[in-house]
């Protein structure tokens, strides 16, 4: 028996495809999105609860590229600058 071309488990990631498109919409597995970004999955999983796009298909979860990048665009925070009176007042 070779084991040298041993099959991968079918439950494992590694078996599905890292990307899948489904009508005008690209899904990236999840951990390659990660890598993507340079973060690990678990900062990936921390916006969940705000709201960031995910299917699991075939039990691995993929997140929408499209969907996802305006997810973290839209988490872009602003603030509005001092006014010349609160900086006047520090510097004395």
Same mark, same amino acid.
């Given at each position: 028996?070779?084991?040298?071309?041993?099959?991968?488990?079918?439950?494992?990631?590694?078996a599905h *495809?890292?990307? =899948?498109?489904?009508?005008?919409?690209?899904f990236i597995r999840q951990d390659k999105l990660a890598e993507e970004y340079g973060v690990s999955e678990?900062? =990936?999983d921390r916006?969940?609860?705000?709201?960031?796009?995910?299917r699991f298909i075939g039990g691995v979860k993929y997140r *929408?590229?499209?969907r996802y990048d305006q997810? =973290?665009?839209?988490? =872009?925070?602003?603030?509005k600058p001092q006014s010349q009176k609160r900086k006047a007042r520090k510097r004395t």
């Open positions: 028996m070779d084991f040298s071309e041993q099959r991968l488990d079918p439950r494992s990631r590694k *495809p890292e990307q =899948i498109r489904v009508g005008d919409e690209t678990r900062s =990936i916006g969940d609860r705000e709201g960031a796009p995910f *929408p590229k499209k997810f =973290i665009l839209d988490g =872009i925070q602003v603030r």
